[in-house]
């Protein structure tokens, strides 16, 4: 079946521009993480939304980031006034209800210049 | 929270030598200890995992190990391939249902 999906795959935008990433979970999928990789780093936790449970935003940076998810469908994680320390790969990630195992998505590529 | 502390960060070894990458974790509290690879240019993928009331799991040429007490658990992979080549983070979770702390990872570069 289809797997977890990102887009876009690579994002240039100017510092202090606005930035929407979008994630399309695998279909059934109730959990939804994403994650920050940057240039030879580990992933680091940002969010997680589990159902209609409140998200557990505790990873989030600054209050430049917020994500959203519509019911157990797509999710949108928004930068805003982007810097360039936000430069990264944002990696989604889904997992089954039951399941410990997370799929991941390709990732974004963001470069903000 | 918990913190997650993963050695070496590189290891080079010759094509069917073992490579054994090991993690250290904060929280007694965690008790789910998956391993992702990560190939280049690619999406991480879980390859094992381990859960708090065993102390090994094996897989074919892959295995990992848990000490509870030492709160630390480790990669085996045996007979490596250059296939093997990517880069592996472990991960801790106090439940595998909520979220991961992941190492910062270690590239395992296998030569022919």
């Known amino acids: 079946g289809a797997g977890v999906s990102q887009s876009p795959s690579n994002k240039v935008t100017e510092k202090g521009k606005d930035v929407e990433l979008r994630c399309d979970p695998i279909s059934g999928h109730t959990a939804l993480y994403w994650y920050r990789q940057r240039l030879g780093q580990g992933l680091e936790f940002l969010i997680y939304f589990q159902g209609n449970s409140a998200p557990d935003k505790s990873g989030l940076p600054s209050d430049r980031f917020s994500a959203e998810r519509t019911g157990e469908s797509v999710s949108t994680l928004t930068i805003q006034r982007t810097q360039q320390e936000d430069s990264a790969v944002y990696l989604c990630?889904?997992?089954?209800?039951?399941?410990?195992?997370?799929?991941f998505g390709p990732g974004t590529r963001l470069t903000v210049t | 929270g918990e913190n997650v502390e993963q050695h070496p960060s590189t290891l080079s070894v010759q094509e069917g030598d073992s490579a054994v990458i090991k993690c250290t974790y904060s929280?007694?509290?965690?008790?789910?200890f998956p391993w992702y690879k990560q190939e280049l240019g690619k999406r991480p993928q879980l390859i094992i995992d381990i859960r708090s009331n065993v102390g090994e799991k094996k897989d074919q040429r892959i295995a990992v190990t848990l000490n509870k007490t030492a709160k630390h658990f480790s990669l085996h992979i045996t007979e490596t391939q250059p296939e093997d080549s990517a880069v592996y983070f472990c991960a801790a979770s106090d439940s595998g249902y909520s979220t991961l702390t992941f190492g910062k990872g270690t590239m395992l570069l296998v030569s022919p």
């Open positions: 929280d007694s509290a965690s008790n789910y």
């Open positions: 990630a889904s997992r089954d209800t039951w399941a410990y195992e997370q799929y």
